[in-house]
């Protein structure tokens, strides 16, 4: 049996520290500008026999994504945010606009449990309100979800907008309300 012979390998780490004059400006804004540069040089490349010299040496970074053939093989398995994001903000508000009525309601992702409630369809609201459709009704929508949220104990939710949909008119009337009643949004 022959063995082959590794020479050890050893290696040398110089750092060249930014100037601490003030007129020293970083090339970028990034985080990892503000760091030293660093020098790393290998003094001896260990090489086995039977590998030729002219190979180099390189170290391969881990890969941080899917491949598309282990996508392939599992389609429907969710990403980190989908597996992850019912425990980071387990609160989520649902607006629905209909052509006559707001409604909305809180809900724990985790146990599909509602949580709050407000709809202009209510008898209490549908008797008071001139309109179910306009803006008051939104401001009434997001105090009552607000208070009633609070009743429960819930002092922060998250709202996710669909595709395509924007802040604005009685939706960002109803997400300001909630928030000027103390609610945050996470």
Not at 105 to 133: E, Y
Not at 162 to 178: M, P, S
């Amino acid at each position: 049996m022959a063995t082959s012979s590794l020479a050890p390998l050893s290696f040398s780490l110089s750092s060249e520290l930014l100037p601490s004059d003030s007129t020293h400006k970083p090339n970028s804004l990034s985080w990892s500008s503000s760091f030293p540069q660093l020098k790393i040089s290998a003094s001896s490349i260990p090489c086995p026999s039977n590998l030729s010299i002219h190979k180099k040496f390189v170290i391969e970074a881990a890969w941080t994504r899917r491949s598309r053939s282990e996508a392939a093989k599992r389609p429907n398995r969710k990403s980190w945010k989908q597996r992850t994001d019912m425990y980071l903000r387990p609160f989520l508000l649902n607006i629905f606009f209909s052509k006559r009525f707001i409604h909305a309601k809180v809900m724990h992702r985790g146990t599909s449990k509602v949580i709050s409630v407000a709809t202009t369809n209510a008898r209490d609201l549908r008797n008071t309100l001139p309109s179910l459709t306009d803006n008051d009704a939104a401001r009434v929508i997001g105090k009552l979800i607000a208070e009633r949220s609070k009743e429960a104990d819930v002092y922060a939710i998250a709202y996710e907008p669909g595709k395509n949909e924007r802040i604005e008119g009685r939706l960002g009337i109803i997400l300001d309300t909630i928030q000027a009643n103390g609610i945050i949004f996470v």
